[in-house]
């Protein structure tokens, strides 16, 4: 009998979301499930290999529907199990270089639509945008791009990202607040962290760039939150705001997302998170 799988493992193992599968097979018969005998759908390697083909066909610009159609009748072997069709990712992630570059915010965004319809938000944010920004930083670095380029392309797509958190995992249970320190007007990374943790069942509450710190200390007491996360990129910046930190962490668990001394945020009471900021959303997953 041929393996069945859940709707998480077939998001997993393809990177489209499951509303996105949902969508597909409700809209366009793409998938065909059976029922297990607790009532739940089971897919099978076959309709992996429709999703593939559906993702890899509107990489070339083949509307979603027509890609369902042709991948629902189309026959040949399952691709292998794992990343979604490679040159899916990677054609959307040098199309949306090449409009960044080229100030071409309408080409940019419909890369973005293009790529959050094909996979998933967290596939995106791990294996496109975070690359994509870590490329874009060391070419700012030896000059290969301008200060203009670099501004325009975060915040386009800081714009995008905020507009995907929508509530902000309001149904989740585990409450968090996510800030930056007094002085710090970078909070890209910390969007991106708080949009993975809500895909790991954190609500959060994102208070965003150079948040003072008694407007930090005033949704805290109502939200009784689990976690506070502080976000800067400058040492100095914590060492000023050190005792505060300290403060704020007898009161609720408190991690520091920045390239800091992990000994230095140690004596405050907080926890440095990892770098990878994929790694430490996952890391930060709240349990079942």
Do not use: K
């Amino acid at each position: 009998m041929e393996p069945r799988m859940r709707i998480g493992e077939l998001s997993r193992r393809t990177g489209v979301s499951p509303e996105l599968l949902r969508a597909w097979e409700q809209r366009y018969g793409l998938l065909r499930p059976e029922r297990s005998q607790g009532g739940f759908r089971l897919y099978s390697e076959a309709d992996e290999g429709r999703v593939r083909r559906t993702t890899a066909l509107i990489s070339r610009g083949v509307s979603a529907a027509e890609a369902a159609r042709q991948a629902a009748t189309a026959g040949g072997s399952t691709p292998a199990p794992g990343r979604p069709d490679r040159p899916v990712v990677e054609v959307l992630a040098g199309e949306l270089t090449q409009s960044m570059d080229r100030f071409d915010a309408v080409g940019a965004n419909a890369v973005l639509d293009q790529l959050f319809g094909t996979v998933s938000v967290d596939y995106a944010i791990r294996h496109v945008l975070i690359p994509y920004l870590h490329e874009l930083g060391d070419r700012w670095a030896d000059g290969t791009v301008s200060v203009a380029q670099e501004h325009f392309a975060s915040h386009l797509i800081r714009g995008r990202l905020l507009g995907l958190a929508g509530d902000w995992g309001a149904r989740n249970q585990a409450t968090s607040v996510l800030a930056c320190l007094p002085g710090e007007t970078h909070d890209l990374g910390l969007v991106m962290l708080g949009l993975l943790m809500t895909r790991r069942g954190w609500r959060v509450t994102f208070l965003g760039a150079d948040t003072p710190l008694d407007r930090l200390a005033e949704p805290v007491p109502g939200l009784h939150p689990s976690l506070v996360v502080l976000g800067t990129y400058d040492a100095r910046l914590f060492r000023s705001h050190r005792d505060a930190v300290a403060r704020l962490a007898t009161e609720t668990r408190v991690a520091v997302a920045g390239p800091l001394d992990e000994r230095e945020v140690a004596t405050t009471g907080a926890e440095l998170l990892i770098d990878d900021i994929a790694e430490a959303a996952e890391r930060l997953r709240v349990d079942d």
